[in-house]
């Protein structure tokens, strides 16, 4: 089945069930299953995906980007860059006279100026901007919560890591992947904590959960962020 709103068209299989409510799902390719008790007309199923549309769309479109892989990025003027969990369309300035290439953030633009414009260039520029902002937000999100832990890092630092987010060695010493600053502050958070726990139990024990979801309740939240967001993390 298809359904067109608010100039789009989705295209639906519709299951009826043994069940009390619609519900929408989307499967692992982008596909979506609306799941509806039996008897239920189509005009109230259509109703019930018009008021979740922007939802569903959102979701398929996540879905199907992940399948196509890390975006290809084209440094042009407008073209939109995570930071803190938002996109923001990016500015690309010529500037002979500076010494160094660097990003500004101005809450709408993230405003770049380098000495030439190459790919490459803004390519490091903005790396350069998420590792400083990536170290300022973690070691403020260490300080608010040394609150719940006896024990210090030793030390912290920004890495490039393609495996993890976040690691904890048995000295204590954190490390923290740059791309955490394309996510949300409540996510970096989480992520802060779940090294800081580290600290204390080196293993992914139930005591070490049992102390993450002490101080973040809702970590399962933070996680799923990141597995649905990191295809989209990228420069």
Known sequence: MKHSYSGETIHFELKYKNRKSIG????GYGNLEVHAPKGTQEESVFEFLEGHWDKIIQKSKEVKGRLNGPQIKSYQHGEP??????????????????TQDYVTFNNEILNIQVKVIEDERIKQALKRFYYKQCKSIVEKSISSHQQHF???????????????????????????????????LEVIDYVVVHEMCHMVHLNHDRSFWRLVGK???????????????SWKMTV
């Open 150 to 184: 006896k024990t210090k890092p030793r030390s912290v630092r920004i890495s490039d890591s393609r495996t993890t987010w976040g690691t904890c060695d048995g000295r204590r010493q954190l490390t923290f992947n740059w791309k955490l600053a394309m996510s949300p």
């Open 81 to 98: 860059f995570l930071y803190l969990g938002k996109s923001f369309p990016i500015e690309v300035h010529h500037s002979p006279e500076i």
């Open 215 to 229: 101080i973040v309740p809702d970590y399962k939240e933070k996680e799923r962020w990141l597995a649905d967001s």
């Open 24 to 27: 929408v799902y989307v499967d």
